[in-house]
Structure formats: C-alpha cells, structure tokens
C-alpha cells in the first residue's frame, strides 16, 4: 500500500498563484505514475494533471498552459504548481498514483488517493 498526503491547499486571489504537494510513504514511489484531480461542490471529480515515472506529463484541457506537475522522486514527492488561478479553479484536490500510465486516467482506475487538500481561489 502506499499512504497519499497533500499538504500547500489554502486560499489565493483571483489570478494568483498556489502549490500542492503530495508525498508518498513509500520509496516504490518512483514506479507509479502521479497525478492530481479536483472535485468542486455538485460535480464530478475530474482528472486535473499526471507526470510519469520518466516526467512525461498530461494536463487537462481546462488548466494546460496554467498549471505544472512535477516530481521528484529521491523525495517520493509530485507538486501541482497552479498559476493565473480561476474562481472555477476552485475544489478539494486529491492526490492519484497509477501503476500503469495512459489516457484516460480516471478514478476508476486509480490505485491510491490522497485525502485531498481544499484550494479557494476568490474573486
């Protein structure tokens, strides 16, 4: 088993910037492909950002040219850089590991979930 932990969520304005983290508890890390979702209020949670074992990354439609995901694994660590943060942005973020590395990344076929860490962006 490996333990997901996020840590960096909080508040920001409108435009502003933030950083997630998420380390794992175990030194497999570097095995899994990492990623982030996001679930606002009333919706779906949905596939945000991933960053395979070798640093290929995929970004959702919704956040590409805002956002960077990022690992390193001496650290057994994936950061979520969000930049020019939208009001919509808005939702608990998880944490995702997957064995495997291919698209679509889904909840269905996560491995393991962080509890997840409450990003606010005001306008």
């Known amino acids: 088993q490996v333990q997901l932990v996020e840590s960096g969520g909080g508040s920001v304005q409108a435009v502003g910037s933030l950083s997630v983290s998420c380390t794992a508890s175990r030194r497999t890390f570097s095995v899994y492909a990492m990623g982030w979702f996001r679930q606002a209020p009333g919706k779906e949670r949905e596939f945000v950002a991933a960053?395979?074992?070798?640093?290929?990354?995929d970004f959702a439609d919704s956040v590409k040219g805002r956002f960077t995901i990022s690992r390193d694994n001496a650290k057994n660590t994936v950061y979520l850089q969000m930049n020019s943060l939208k009001p919509e942005d808005t939702a608990v973020y998880y944490c995702a590991a997957r064995r495997t590395y291919g698209s679509p990344w889904t909840q269905s076929n996560t491995d393991y979930w962080g509890r997840g860490t409450q990003v606010t962006v005001s306008s």
């Open positions: 960053v395979s074992w070798n640093g290929s990354t």
